[in-house]
Nanobody
Framework: QVQLVESGGGLVQTGGSLRLSCAAS????????MGWFRQAAGKEREFVAV????????YYVDSVKGRFTISRDNAKNTVYLQMNSLKPEDTAVYYC????????????????WGQGTPVTVSS
């Protein structure tokens, strides 16, 4: 069982930055791929980024490439999402996800999900 708790969301102006954190419980954190999703009001949940268990390979949705960076610290059982050059269209609730298989995360069928942290980008 893995429990995920996101933090770091908030209100930021266009062009600003935020860093989201996702703290995971459990001793097997380092064996899980970790990812971030977001869901804007009235829209479907969208894949944002995923990282492998080692953090050596990361994948992003095209709309955030060059602006967002996913990283992890296995010693702290934490995955991060650094978000730079934020745009109003990045406004959403951001969710952390964990699964042993990276592909499951990319497909949105991860085993574990956090409760989400809201991000609002004002224009």
């Amino acid at each position: 069982q893995v429990q995920l708790v996101e933090s770091g969301g908030g209100l930021v102006q266009t062009g600003g930055s935020l860093r989201l954190s996702c703290a995971a419980s459990g001793r097997t954190f380092s064996s899980y791929a970790m990812g971030w999703f977001r869901q804007a009001a009235g829209k479907e949940r969208e894949f944002v980024a995923v990282t492998t268990w080692s953090g050596d390979n990361n994948y992003y949705v095209d709309s955030v490439k060059g602006r967002f960076t996913i990283s992890r610290d296995n010693a702290k059982n934490t995955v991060y999402l650094q978000m730079n050059s934020l745009k109003p269209e990045d406004t959403a609730v951001y969710y952390c996800a964990a699964d042993p298989w990276l592909g499951h995360i990319q497909l949105g069928s991860a085993d574990y999900w956090g409760q989400g942290t809201p991000v609002t980008v004002s224009s």
